[in-house]
């Protein structure tokens, strides 16, 4: 499995990658927003994309598509219960 070295809690909150482009986002927490990740398996020529329930419609699934480049890929979409979004 080919994945991406970067955890959700040290990029958001050590590196706070949000910043400065996003201020509205300072003092928030990671899990209060819809996140996950994409996983490539070279075995069996597959992206796996883990989400939060949140995000699973067709416009979103699009936008992921496109922003990753994954026009002709073979894609299984999942929902994870550790991308949950959690609020306050």
Not at 21 to 48: A, C, D, H, W
Not at 59 to 87: E, G, P, R
Request: glycine share 2%; aromatic share 16%.
């Amino acid at each position: 499995m080919v994945d991406s070295p970067f955890q959700h809690i040290t990029e958001w909150e050590d590196r706070q990658i949000y910043s400065p482009n996003f201020k509205e986002l300072i003092g928030s927490e990671y899990q209060e927003l819809p996140r996950g990740r994409v996983v490539y398996s070279p075995l069996i020529n597959r992206m796996t994309i883990y989400m939060d329930s949140s995000l699973f419609d067709n416009a979103y699934k699009a936008q992921l598509k496109s922003y990753f480049n994954l026009v002709n890929c073979k894609i299984t979409w999942k929902k994870d219960s550790h991308y949950k979004m959690y609020s306050h």
